[in-house]
T-cell receptor, first 114, second 111 residues
Framework: KAGVTQTPRYLIKTRGQQVTLSCSPISGHRSVSWYQQTPGQGLQFLFEYFSETQRNKGNFPGRFSGRQFSNSRSEMNVSTLELGDSALYLC?????????????FGEGSRLTVL | TQLLEQSPQFLSIQEGENLTVYCNSSSVFSSLQWYRQEPGEGPVLLVTVVTGGEVKKLKRLTFQFGDARKDSSLHITAAQPGDTGLYLCAGEPRANSKLTFGKGITLSVRP
């Protein structure tokens, strides 16, 4: 079956702009999680959505937001971009209904903020 | 906040050598997972351990979950260049809670 698809793969923005990233999970998966990966901080959890509701949340400022649609597709938005937001943003899906569900990751969206 | 410390941060070894890397925390996890990430790709799950003391083998890779479910180790026998990558451990304090990742171990295996 098709894997997790993230778009766009690469994007360049300038400080102050906003960006929207998209994630299509594996068919049948109801949970979508978002992570920010940087060389210094590693993988940091942003939030998880399950059946259109935010189920878990990380420690990021309110500039980072997300949502999930009825077909389980998810988007995340970052407003008022800062240089430090440059990172690889990874989306991962899992069934969300079983214990220790394996996370399936997309290839990520690499954001560069100039 | 549950923190996972991975060590060593970087490791460069010759093909054929054995190695052990670690994932430690002061918190208890209901499950712990190991992932490997290659450049330009997302992490891929290697194994999930859920029972204290559990040992799982995946070909030349042996994973162990600590008795107290606070730490884990990964042992690779006769490392191959194909083992090169970033190894990440991730813990979940309870089912369907957020999965917290360590910063990872960058392994390079030289031919």
């Amino acid at each position: 079956k098709a894997g997790v698809t993230q778009t766009p793969r690469y994007l360049i923005k300038t400080r102050g702009q906003q960006v929207t990233l998209s994630c299509s999970p594996i068919s049948g998966h109801r949970s979508v999680s978002w992570y920010q990966q940087t060389p210094g901080q590693g993988l940091q959890f942003l939030f998880e959505y399950f059946s259109e509701t935010q189920r878990n949340k990380g420690n990021f400022p309110g500039r980072f937001s997300g949502r999930q649609f009825s077909n389980s597709r998810s988007e995340m938005n970052v407003s008022t971009l800062e240089l430090g937001d440059s990172a690889l943003y990874l989306c991962a899906s899992r069934t969300g209904t079983v214990n220790t569900g394996e996370l399936f990751f997309g290839e990520g969206s690499r954001l560069t903020v100039l | 906040t549950q923190l996972l410390e991975q060590s060593p941060q970087f490791l460069s070894i010759q093909e054929g050598e054995n190695l052990t890397v670690y994932c430690n925390s002061s918190s208890v996890f209901s499950s712990l997972q190991w992932y490997r990430q290659e450049p330009g790709e997302g992490p891929v799950l290697l194994v999930t351990v859920v029972t204290g003391g559990e040992v799982k083998k995946l070909k030349r890779l042996t994973f162990q979950f600590g008795d107290a479910r606070k730490d884990s180790s990964l042992h690779i026998t006769a490392a191959q260049p194909g083992d090169t990558g970033l190894y990440l451990c991730a813990g979940e304090p309870r089912a369907n809670s957020k999965l917290t990742f360590g910063k990872g171990i960058t392994l390079s295996v030289r031919p």
